[in-house]
Nanobody, 115 residues
Framework: QVHLVESGGGLVQPGGSLRLSCAAS????????MGWYRQPPGKERELVAT???????NYADSVKGRFTVSRDNAKNSVYLQMNSLKPEDTAVYYC?????????WGQGTQVTVSS
């Protein structure tokens, strides 16, 4: 089992920045990708960004140029730097990890962008 814990969410004004963190623990050997999804109010969960062990990234079009995903393998952590935040970025953000054929999810952290 892989256990994921997110932190760093909160309330921010439009144009502001936040940095989300996700720490992985448990049976982490074999994780080959980590990243972030989000679920806006009343909508389905959607991909935000992924980062593979090989350093390959993939971003949703709506966040390209504003969000950056990164990893610290020594800390078994993945991060999401979010800049130029917009009200439509408001959502619960979920960390996820892919290990072999299985997906693991964190409990989610709320990000609210509002003036």
């Amino acid at each position: 089992q892989v256990h994921l814990v997110e932190s760093g969410g909160g309330l921010v004004q439009p144009g502001g920045s936040l940095r989300l963190s996700c720490a992985a623990s448990g049976s982490i050997f074999g994780i080959n990708a980590m990243g972030w999804y989000r679920q806006p109010p009343g909508k389905e969960r959607e991909l935000v960004a992924t980062l593979t062990n090989g350093g390959r990234t993939n971003y949703a079009d709506s966040v390209k140029g504003r969000f950056t995903v990164s990893r610290d393998n020594a800390k078994n952590s993945v991060y999401l730097q979010m800049n130029s935040l917009k009200p439509e970025d408001t959502a619960v953000y979920y960390c996820y990890a892919v290990k072999y054929a299985y997906d693991y999810w964190g409990q989610g952290t709320q990000v609210t962008v509002s003036s």
